[in-house]
């Protein structure tokens, strides 16, 4: 296992299950708060919860040192999707509010608006991690192909048809 991609890919573990922690317990207060509500924004929330914790749980069983967590990049990508479309739900959300820009991530106090500012914000860079992460095991896995093949060959060939030509 190469010490580059290993090296990336611990503080990119870390920083995927710091991010879900954070949104989850945003998004978790307020699904304890306001219970009485319209269930379509408590659908939302709870789907932003379950990204959360999905991506927790995911990224402490990847923590640990094996070379088969690099094979995962399929599942990377799909939870950054997942990630990108609980940003997408914040920020549907916060668009009915009176907190400015989507963009604008002042998330400084204990305002509703810094709240869902910073589920938004977290939920973005989990996304971002995410989808970092996923590269670094397409990285990976095509290099150790590469490793394994005794170089690159050509799509569509196989070794005894180069051999062959």
């Known amino acids: 296992m190469p010490v580059v991609s290993r090296l990336l890919s611990i503080p990119l573990r870390v920083a995927e299950i710091a991010f879900a922690a954070v949104v ?7 699904l304890a708060s306001f219970s009485d509500i319209d269930p379509w924004p408590q659908a939302r929330w709870i789907y932003t919860e379950v990204i959360a914790g999905v991506a927790i749980l995911f990224g402490l ?9 690099f094979f995962s990049w399929p599942l990377d990508i799909l939870i950054s999707f997942g990630w990108f479309a609980a940003f997408g739900i ?5 668009h009915h509010l009176p907190c400015g820009s989507i963009w604008s991530w002042h ?3 204990d305002s509703l608006c810094a709240r869902w500012k ?7 860079l989990s996304a971002i991690v995410w989808l970092v992460s996923a590269l670094v095991g397409i ?3 095509f ?19 180069e051999t062959a030509a």
């Open 61 to 69: 069983l990847w923590l640990i040192p094996f070379s088969s967590g």
């Open 139 to 141: 990285w990976f896995t």
């Open 90 to 94: 914040l920020v549907d959300a916060i």
């Open 24 to 30: 989850a317990g945003i998004i978790g207060h307020y």
């Open 107 to 109: 998330f400084r106090g």
């Open 143 to 161: 290099r150790r192909r590469s490793e394994t093949t005794g170089g690159s060959r050509r799509w569509g060939r196989s070794r005894a048809a």
């Open 118 to 124: 910073a589920a938004e914000a977290f939920s973005f």
